[in-house]
T-cell receptor
Framework: DSGVTQTPKHLITATGQRVTLRCSPR?????VYWYQQSLDQGLQFLIH???????AKGNILERFSAQQFPDLHSELNLSSLELGDSALYFC????????????FGPGTRLLVL | QQQVKQSPQSLIVQKGGISIINCAYE??????FPWYQQFPGKGPALLIA?????SEKKEGRFTISFNKSAKQFSLHIMDSQPGDSATYFC????????????FGGGTRLMVKP
């Protein structure tokens, strides 16, 4: 158990809908990273937050957004969902600063029908 | 994102054998190279990591070899066990770019008893 929690574990929704994925980092970790894992694209970095502020963006679609709250949990919002958004979404946390080790949560499996 | 290329895509090894997975990268600014192990339905878990100032790091049966001039690094699993059967991902990150991980495509390892 990495100490990172993600909810929900599974999510089934329809095209055009909006969903919110939630992540709670390890106790004391200030950085939260979101990654998408799909069969065709592999594991891809989406976005990084550190202590409430956005630090870096990867190949994240404009339909996707994220935020990190004062209690350090983070939410990834996916809107206008398409079939191709079906994937595993992982959150990872680290201490931030010079701490590179990222600890991954169990993921949320999103299926868009 | 800069690429990290991983090979082979799949690997079958007999119990007790050596499993070798290779990765190559392009971005010379990468300064942290972790390997993650992922079991079905789980998030990636950090296995071992290396920085470019050392050429080899060993932890138990797992060894990373790093060749900075060739921009290559590899994972060796000695005395491979059926419990090692999983998907392995190499990754790389750059401290100055927010530590986001760029992953290789993954290697599915099967260790036959």
């Amino acid at each position: 158990d990495s100490g990172v929690t993600q909810t929900p574990k599974h999510l089934i929704t329809a095209t055009g809908q909006r969903v919110t994925l939630r992540c709670s980092p390890r106790s004391g970790d200030l950085s939260v990273y979101w990654y998408q894992q799909s069969l065709d694209q592999g594991l891809q970095f989406l976005i990084h937050y550190y202590n409430g502020e956005e630090r870096a963006k990867g190949n994240i679609l404009e339909r996707f957004s994220a935020q990190q709250f004062p209690d350090l949990h983070s939410e990834l919002n996916l809107s206008s969902l398409e079939l191709g958004d079906s994937a595993l979404y992982f959150c990872a946390s680290s201490t931030g600063g010079l701490g590179e080790t990222q600890y991954f949560g169990p993921g949320t499996r999103l299926l868009v029908l | 994102q800069q690429q990290v290329k991983q090979s082979p895509q799949s690997l079958i090894v007999q119990k007790g054998g050596i499993s070798i997975i290779n990765c190559a990268y392009e971005n010379t600014a990468f300064d942290y190279f972790p390997w993650y192990q992922q079991f079905p339905g789980k998030g990636p878990a950090l296995l071992i990591a290396i920085r470019p100032d050392v050429s080899e790091k060993k932890e138990g049966r797992f060894t990373i070899s790093f060749n900075k001039s060739a921009k290559q690094f590899s994972l060796h699993i000695m005395d491979s066990q059926p419990g090692d059967s999983a998907t392995y991902f190499c990754a790389a990150s750059e401290r100055g770019a927010g530590n986001m991980l760029t992953f290789g495509g993954g290697t599915r390892l099967m260790v036959k008893p």
